[in-house]
T-cell receptor, first 113, second 114 residues
Framework: DQQVKQNSPSLSVQEGRISILNCDYT??????FLWYKKYPAEGPTFLIS?????DKNEDGRFTVFLNKSAKHLSLHIVPSQPGDSAVYFC????????????FGSGTQLTVLP | EAQVTQNPRYLITVTGKKLTVTCSQN?????MSWYRQDPGLGLRQIYY???????DKGDVPEGYKVSRKEKRNFPLILESPSPNQTSLYFC?????????????FGPGTRLTVL
């Protein structure tokens, strides 16, 4: 049973528009959430994170929103650029647990020029 | 340049033939971890290590072994590989745990077990 779910395997967006990637979780103990980006033939790279004490965290073109009551988070990319085309993984953890991140299955974002 | 290296990048082997995938980091990180990535399942943690000689199981440790004799190296050992271990493997490291500092991932090792 996957505790972190990314229900959209793929998403296509026009350059300059907003990309919204979604992630749902089932474990109410999760209190720290991260997004990773992965290009082909490379390892994932950290993008942005959010603690459950916040409902929004922003870093340049990237904003993560957390809705704890719905157990849902989303990553907004504005404006989207062709270089943003990659697989995006959502990950979650119980912050007291140093060992483990639970990852979603990923969403392939394609930004069309 | 700060990096995590894995070798080999690609490997095709046969069932039962022992193999080792090496992982090395040059950032003096204490925490290291192995993941496997499978379609539709994302990344799942195999083993992790909080420091030299300290290792523990992740979510999918069956069929794998690890060792941490030096801080920089964290090899993944498959004593008797089976086809269900065909996957894309990533090593990662961070200064503390995966939350106390950014995890840096290696480029991946694509393993095929025939």
């Amino acid at each position: 049973d996957q505790q972190v779910k990314q229900n959209s395997p793929s998403l296509s967006v026009q350059e300059g528009r907003i990309s919204i990637l979604n992630c749902d979780y089932t474990n109410s103990m999760f209190d720290y959430f991260l997004w990773y980006k992965k290009y082909p033939a490379e390892g994932p790279t950290f993008l942005i994170s959010i603690s459950s004490i916040k409902d929004k965290n922003e870093d340049g073109r990237f904003t993560v929103f957390l809705n704890k009551s719905a157990k849902h988070l989303s990553l907004h990319i504005v404006p989207s650029q062709p270089g943003d085309s990659a697989v995006y993984f959502c990950a979650a953890s119980v912050s007291g647990s140093a060992r483990q991140l639970t990852f979603g299955s990923g969403t392939q974002l394609t930004v069309l020029p | 340049e700060a990096q995590v290296t894995q070798n080999p990048r690609y490997l095709i082997t046969v069932t039962g033939k022992k193999l080792t995938v090496t992982c090395s980091q040059n950032m003096n990180h204490e925490y290291m971890s192995w993941y496997r990535q499978d379609p539709g399942l994302g990344l799942r943690q195999i083993y992790y290590s909080m420091n030299v000689e300290v290792t523990d199981k992740g979510d999918v440790p069956e069929g794998y072994k690890v060792s941490r004799k030096e801080k920089r190296n964290f090899p993944l050992i498959l004593e008797s590989p089976s086809p269900n271990q065909t996957s894309l493997y990533f090593c990662a490291s961070s200064l503390g745990g995966p939350l106390t500092d950014t995890q840096y991932f290696g480029p991946g090792t694509r393993l095929t077990v025939l």
